[in-house]
């Protein structure tokens, strides 16, 4: 089947030929990681159907070497070697992070823009205590 992407407006789709289009996602579930593009919802969906994960969102951060990156919360009790053994060396998240639950929005989806601001602050104190136990 020969595909190609194209990006229209917040929307992606992959033309095949042979079957129309299929709907693969908005421009933000997509991640370009140093020039390779992931989608997130691929992504949820494989941690997803592992055994023991109850629900997983993937949410971008931006990284100044890649470009782009993310990190997957997953509600679960397994260990993170099996998430890691379930992915593509591509798809494998720059952390992973079990919760209890995940938080929603008013529209009752999982708030990924919380959970984004939510670790953009946890890395800016890991950065401050970093600054600050290097220069003490």
């Avoid at 890395?123 to 136990?133: A, G, N, P, V």
């Amino acid at each position: 089947n020969a595909s190609v992407a194209y990006e229209m407006g917040e929307e992606a789709f992959d033309l095949l030929f042979d079957r129309g289009m299929i709907f693969e996602g908005r421009g933000e579930d997509f991640i370009n990681r140093g020039g390779v593009k992931i989608s997130t919802l691929a992504i949820e969906q494989k941690i997803s159907a592992i055994a023991g994960v109850k629900a997983a969102a993937v949410v971008k951060i931006p990284d100044n070497l890649r470009g782009e990156n993310f990190l997957a919360y997953v509600v679960g009790d397994l260990d993170k070697k099996i998430i890691r053994q379930a992915l593509t060396p591509a798809e494998i998240p720059k952390e992973i992070i079990f919760v209890e639950d995940l938080p929603l929005n008013s529209s009752g989806k999982v708030d990924k823009k919380f959970l984004a601001a939510q670790m953009s602050q946890i890395l800016q104190e890991r950065f401050r205590s970093r600054t600050l136990s290097v220069s003490s």
